[in-house]
C-alpha cells in the first residue's frame, strides 16, 4: 500500500497528489530554474492535476474550486490556491519540459516500488513473443484557432500531435513526443524508435514507414512489422507460399523496386497478404516485416494488437481533461497535455494497487465524486462495486461533476 494512503482519514485529491515524491516537484523546478513567483511549483503541480479532475473548462473553475477548498488544499504539502493571473501565468512561461520530466520520473518511480505496475498483457499477442512489443502511434488534439501561429493545421483549425511508443505488456508509455500537428507523422520515427533494443518489436502504421528509418532498425537488431502503402512498389524475389492457404494469400520476400529508394533499404524483407477481419467485415490487408522466421499467422496478431493504442488514447482523450485548454500558445497546452498524461500514471498505479476490477473510466469518475472527502483511499476503492458483483458501494458518492463542486 502507498504510503500516502495509510494513517488517518485524509481528502482523497491529497491522497491522489501524495503519490507523487515529496522531493521531486521543487528538484524539477530548480533543475529548470523555475522561480516560486506568482505560484510555487508544488502549487502550480496541484493546481493541474485538479484542472483534470474537474475537466475545468477555464482558469476560474479551477481557481475558484480551490479556494472554496483552501483547507483541504493546504493539506496537501502546504500548496496554496493561485490566483487566475498566476495560473495563467505559470502555464505560459513557464518550461514545459518540467511536467515531462516529472511525468517520466513519477513512472520511473512507481516501476521501482511495483515492478510491471502496469500489468495489462495484451491477450492477442502470440505468447511465444519474450521480447517487449511496442506500438507507435499519433493522436490530433484539437485546439483554439488562435493557436494557428505556432500550431496551424489545415487552412482555419490548429493541432497539435501527441506522438506515442506504448508498451503493450504493461500498456503504459516508453516514450512521447508533443509537438505541432503540421508535420508528417514519419518525421517522429527516429525520435519515437531511438531506445529501442536489440531483439524488441516495433509495429506501427503506414504513417510511420521511411525506409532510411526502417533499415536502421534492421541493421540494429530491432524488428518490426507495418502495412505496406499503396503507393509502395515491392518486387518479389522468392515466393513462401506457393498457393492460398486458408486466410493467408500470399508470404514473399521482397526487395524495394525503385532503385534511388532501395539506397536507404537495400535489404529484403517479407510481405504477407492476408483477409483480416475488421468490424465483423472481412478485408484484405498488406503487412511487412524484417523477420524471416515468425509464422504469418504471429505478423497478422502483432499488427492487429497495434490497434490497443487507439484504445490508449480513446482513454486519455475521452476521460481526462484534453478537450478545453486554459491557455493558448506553446508552453500552456504543452504543460496541460504532460500533467494529463501524469494523471493517467497516477490512476493506473491506484488501479495496480487496489486491484480495480472496472473500466479506467469509472476509476476516474469515481475518485471525482469523492474528491475532497475525507476517506482511505484504497478502502474505498476495494469497496467499490457494481449491483451485481461481489464487492457493493459502502456509500452514496457525491455526484460533483460539475467544475468547482466537490
Not at 508533443?178 to 520515427?189: F, L
Not at 505496406?228 to 507460399?241: A, E, H, I, N
Request: net charge positive; charged share 25%; glycine share 6%.
Amino acid at each position: 500500500m502507498p504510503a500516502s494512503t495509510a494513517g488517518n482519514k485524509r481528502a482523497i485529491f491529497r491522497q491522489v497528489c501524495e503519490l507523487i515524491p515529496p522531493h521531486l516537484v521543487p528538484k524539477l523546478a530548480r533543475k529548470h530554474e523555475i522561480k516560486s513567483r506568482g505560484i510555487m511549483p508544488w502549487s502550480h503541480t496541484v493546481s493541474m492535476l485538479y484542472a483534470q479532475f474537474s475537466h475545468a473548462i477555464g482558469l476560474n473553475d479551477v481557481v475558484d474550486a480551490l479556494r472554496a477548498n483552501r483547507a483541504s488544499m493546504a493539506s496537501i504539502r502546504g500548496a496554496e490556491p493561485p490566483s487566475r493571473n498566476g495560473l495563467s501565468h505559470a502555464n505560459r512561461t513557464r518550461d514545459p519540459k518540467m511536467a515531462k520530466e516529472l511525468f517520466w520520473s513519477v513512472l520511473d518511480h512507481f516501476e521501482t516500488l511495483q515492478p510491471g505496475f502496469g500489468g495489462v498483457k495484451f491477450r492477442r499477442l502470440p505468447r511465444r513473443f519474450k521480447r517487449t512489443v511496442y506500438a507507435l502511434d499519433s493522436t490530433t488534439i484539437k485546439l483554439f484557432a488562435n493557436c494557428m501561429d505556432w500550431a496551424k493545421h489545415r487552412r482555419r483549425k490548429a493541432a497539435a500531435k501527441l506522438h506515442l511508443r506504448l508498451n503493450l505488456d504493461t500498456f503504459l508509455p516508453a516514450f512521447a513526443v508533443v509537438d505541432a500537428a503540421k508535420g508528417h507523422d514519419s518525421t517522429k520515427a527516429h525520435e519515437l524508435c531511438a531506445g529501442l533494443k536489440a531483439g524488441e518489436i516495433a509495429v506501427f502504421d503506414m504513417a510511420y514507414i521511411d525506409y532510411a528509418y526502417l533499415f536502421d532498425l534492421t541493421e540494429r537488431g530491432v524488428f518490426w512489422v507495418s502495412r505496406v502503402k499503396d503507393s509502395m512498389k515491392l518486387r518479389c524475389v522468392k515466393k513462401l507460399l506457393k498457393k492460398p492457404s486458408g486466410r493467408i494469400l500470399r508470404d514473399d520476400i521482397v526487395l524495394v523496386q525503385n532503385l534511388n529508394k532501395r539506397k536507404d533499404y537495400p535489404a529484403r524483407m517479407r510481405r504477407i497478404v492476408a483477409i483480416i477481419e475488421v468490424d465483423g467485415k472481412d478485408r484484405e490487408m498488406t503487412f511487412f516485416t524484417n523477420n524471416f522466421e515468425w509464422a504469418t499467422s504471429s505478423i497478422c496478431d502483432l499488427y492487429k494488437a497495434r490497434w490497443s493504442i487507439e484504445v490508449f488514447f480513446k482513454q486519455i482523450k475521452q476521460t481526462l481533461h484534453l478537450g478545453d485548454f486554459l491557455g493558448h500558445n506553446r508552453k500552456a497546452i504543452e504543460w496541460q497535455v504532460w500533467t494529463a498524461l501524469l494523471m493517467y500514471v497516477l490512476l493506473r498505479f491506484l488501479h495496480a494497487c487496489c486491484d480495480w476490477g472496472h473500466s479506467f473510466t469509472r476509476l476516474f469518475t469515481c475518485l471525482r465524486a469523492v474528491l475532497w472527502q475525507r476517506r482511505h483511499l484504497l478502502d474505498y476503492l476495494r469497496s467499490y462495486g457494481t449491483a451485481g458483483g461481489a464487492l457493493r458501494m459502502q456509500w452514496t458518492p457525491q455526484q460533483a461533476f460539475l467544475p468547482g463542486f466537490g
